[in-house]
């Protein structure tokens, strides 16, 4: 098998793939994050792509998580042995099964169809799981850099992340887009926070490696108004939370997780925002926010 490393955010994994197994093609937007395999640092995981007759079964598998989220699903269940047995499938029809050993550390995976989308799905997996204890969190969020500070856009699907980040970039002069669905925030040794650009963009292609101080969260909500306010406490942590990937009913997983969300909320400011699509919101949005 031939070794592809790669480095986000500072942490390095490597993919194994077969000479014949086709899928080499599907790595080409992670090659902004390649390292060379002989001189890269430890591996937070392994992930082995194997052909579907390679990856066994288990034989017993007790569900845990079920997600879908436009189209896109995702199934989790643990095996006899404890370890976990994940399905990636896209629009009802299975794209892939992965099997990951206890801890995270290596995983194989077999693609069915939809490969690229198996992949991805699987390499965000793998790294949100693996790094949830190293003070790193993955977030679902479009991210904007403004005057050398990256500010994330959370919320749910259909709330208007992308097009808040396109308002910016289209009325904030110098606004850059960093990553459009998934970044990864870090809080470092020294206490400092930084967004990273990742290899997985969702439907905007953004594939961009490079790193920034985060300026703030914003939490956004439809409104026919728009309307600004920061959140303290309690509120700007429940804001952070439903971004974060995690298995969060893990308790090592959930405590390390908890501790970066808590790093996060007490050091960088969190706002609300309740806004119309509009030019005003972005406006408003980037009055405050860059003031902090």
Same mark, same amino acid.
């Given at each position: *098998?031939?070794?592809? &490393?790669?480095?986000?955010?500072?942490?390095?994994?490597?993919?194994?793939?077969?000479?014949?197994?086709?899928?080499?093609?599907?790595?080409?937007?992670?090659?902004?994050?390649?390292?060379?395999? =002989?001189? !890269?640092?430890?591996?937070?995981?392994?992930?082995?792509?194997?052909?579907?007759?390679?990856?066994?079964?288990?034989?017993?598998?007790?569900?845990?998580?079920?997600?879908?989220?436009?189209?896109?699903?995702?199934?989790?269940?643990?095996? =006899?042995?404890?370890?976990?047995?994940?399905?990636?499938?896209?629009?009802?029809?299975?794209?892939?099964? *992965?099997?990951?050993?206890?801890?995270?550390?290596? !995983?194989?995976?077999?693609?069915?169809?939809?490969?690229?989308?198996? /992949?991805?799905?699987?390499?965000?997996?793998?790294?949100?799981? @693996?790094?949830?204890?190293?003070?790193?969190?993955?977030?679902?969020?479009?991210?904007?850099?403004? =005057?050398?500070?990256?500010?994330?856009?959370?919320?749910?699907?259909?709330?208007?992340?992308?097009?808040? +980040?396109? /308002?910016?970039?289209?009325?904030?002069?110098?606004?850059?887009?960093?990553?459009?669905?998934?970044?990864?925030?870090?809080?470092?040794?020294? %206490?400092?926070?930084?967004?990273?650009?990742?290899?997985?963009?969702?439907?905007?292609? &953004?594939?961009?490696?490079?790193?920034?101080?985060?300026? %703030?969260?914003?939490?956004? @909500?439809?409104?026919?108004?728009? +309307?600004?306010?920061?959140?303290?406490?309690?509120?700007?942590? +429940?804001? /952070?939370?439903?971004?974060?990937?995690?298995?969060?009913?893990?308790?090592?997983?959930?405590?390390? /997780?908890?501790?970066?969300?808590?790093?996060?909320?007490?050091?960088?400011?969190?706002?609300?925002?309740? &806004?119309?699509?509009?030019?005003?919101?972005?406006?408003?949005?980037?009055?405050?926010?860059?003031?902090?």
């Amino acid at each position: *098998m031939k070794e592809y &490393c790669y480095i986000v955010a500072g942490h390095c994994f490597s993919v194994y793939v077969s000479a014949d197994e086709g899928i080499t093609e599907e790595l080409a937007h992670y090659a902004p994050f390649a390292a060379d395999p =002989a001189t !890269a640092p430890r591996r937070v995981f392994r992930l082995n792509v194997v052909s579907p007759e390679e990856l066994p079964t288990p034989s017993s598998l007790t569900e845990e998580f079920q997600q879908d989220d436009d189209g896109s699903q995702i199934r989790l269940c643990r095996t =006899a042995d404890g370890t976990s047995w994940f399905e990636f499938s896209l629009w009802g029809q299975l794209a892939g099964q *992965m099997l990951a050993g206890v801890g995270f550390t290596e !995983a194989v995976l077999a693609p069915k169809t939809y490969a690229g989308f198996a /992949l991805g799905n699987a390499l965000m997996t793998m790294f949100a799981l @693996s790094t949830a204890s190293l003070q790193t969190a993955l977030f679902h969020a479009a991210v904007v850099e403004d =005057a050398g500070r990256g500010y994330l856009f959370l919320g749910k699907s259909g709330t208007g992340k992308s097009t808040h +980040a396109r /308002l910016w970039m289209k009325h904030i002069p110098g606004t850059q887009l960093v990553n459009d669905d998934n970044p990864v925030v870090r809080v470092l040794p020294d %206490g400092s926070v930084r967004v990273y650009g990742s290899p997985w963009s969702g439907k905007t292609p &953004c594939y961009r490696n490079v790193d920034y101080p985060v300026g %703030g969260f914003v939490q956004l @909500s439809q409104a026919p108004y728009n +309307a600004i306010k920061r959140l303290k406490g309690i509120s700007s942590y +429940a804001a /952070l939370v439903p971004s974060i990937s995690g298995k969060r009913w893990d308790r090592t997983m959930a405590d390390g /997780l908890h501790e970066t969300e808590n790093a996060l909320a007490s050091t960088v400011p969190v706002w609300h925002l309740e &806004c119309l699509p509009d030019e005003a919101a972005a406006r408003l949005c980037h009055e405050n926010v860059s003031r902090v």
